[in-house]
């Protein structure tokens, strides 16, 4: 990812695939005031506003704001699943790969803080078939880290008595680094990334 | 707590020492509309209309909406400080005081969920006096955590290389059951407590 796709705050855009510019800049302005003021209470006169642009130029983008919602959610899901998937089918062991799965995906919802926010907190206002879309691709993603852990298990690196919880344990503990991560606190995202595959690591009981 | 403080829902309500009875059902009737349509998006009008009352009948017991949320994010910071303190002053071991503590924590983020996630992802729409008497309560309960864990490595029970961090860690892991816990899914608020109470004495290097 190019340095042009950081803003000032730091935080890097997953949105280079949004094409023209025009649904791109609409897209950034959701994700801003989504996290702001809540789904709900934003508007799409309140998002095309924060573009620069008129209530009309959005509707030739996007049909309703439930269209921007899930279009930021599906993009947002789909790069968490790309990243744990490519961790997944590594080379090296399963320590390895559980190390590299977890370090990305935290990073992710460290440097996209405000993006992961919308996207985790806001799943309930889609509708039904973008929801369950959604469920679906949360699935993927669960399976993918489980299947790291029953690998590691199989091969007796890890010792791990329940792999769906602990999997679910796993996910959530990265997942919530998108709630209390600080651009100005004290840790990087490199840095927490380091940390949470140490615990995970432990998580899991793998020989040391 | 009697399980006539328990709603239809499996939520048992903390909200007893709210007085009198019609500033506790406009709390209780606060949490669920912030919980549905997020705190921006829901009007006193709202909340007075699902405690069935008028918007003036709202007026007499609290003054804004935001003393609403200031009030049921201080009930809900207090009880967890509670619930982690209680924890951290109790006889056992280490190992013994942060199980303590981890399962009671997961068991009111579970059964609590709708008022946790509510006293979660809206701290920001608190203003800076209320926020920052939060913010304050919040430092008192990491502290307590903090404190198992330190004694833990003092006693060479533990090996944690990074207690801050460790810290912050398992407590996020805990107050993240509110987002994902789902009273409907294959796991009690029990069972996701002693799982964790596992994957926490993992992730401290407890010795077995």
């Known amino acids: 990812m190019s340095t042009a796709e950081e803003t000032a ?5 997953p949105w280079a695939e949004v094409t023209p510019d025009a649904a791109r800049r609409l897209l950034v302005a959701a994700v801003e005031a989504f996290a702001e003021r809540g789904y709900h209470a934003t508007t799409t006169r309140d998002i095309a506003g ?3 642009m008129s209530p009309a130029a959005l509707y030739i983008h996007y049909k309703t ?3 921007l919602l899930h279009r930021i959610s599906r993009i947002g899901h789909d790069k ?6 490519g961790a997944a089918q590594g080379d090296g062991s399963a320590a390895e790969r559980l190390t590299d799965a977890v370090r990305s995906f935290v ?3 460290a440097g996209q803080h405000t993006t992961a926010r919308v996207v985790q907190y806001e799943l309930e206002a889609l509708g039904p078939e973008a929801r369950a879309e959604i469920v679906a691709l949360r699935r993927q993603t669960d399976a993918a880290v489980r299947g790291i852990i029953a690998d590691g298990v199989a091969a007796g690196d890890f010792d791990v008595p329940d792999v769906p ?3 679910l344990a796993v996910l959530s503990l990265c997942i919530d680094v998108a709630r209390w991560f600080n651009v100005d606190g004290p840790r990087t995202p490199d840095e927490v990334g380091a940390l949470y595959a140490d615990l995970v690591l432990r998580m899991v009981g793998a020989k040391q």
């Open 165 to 167: 919880g602990t999997t």
């Open 65 to 67: 704001k439930e269209e």
């Open 50 to 52: 924060r573009a620069g």
């Open 80 to 85: 968490a699943l790309d990243i744990v998937r």
């Open 107 to 109: 990073r992710w919802h």
């Open 9 to 13: 705050g730091g935080e890097m855009q």
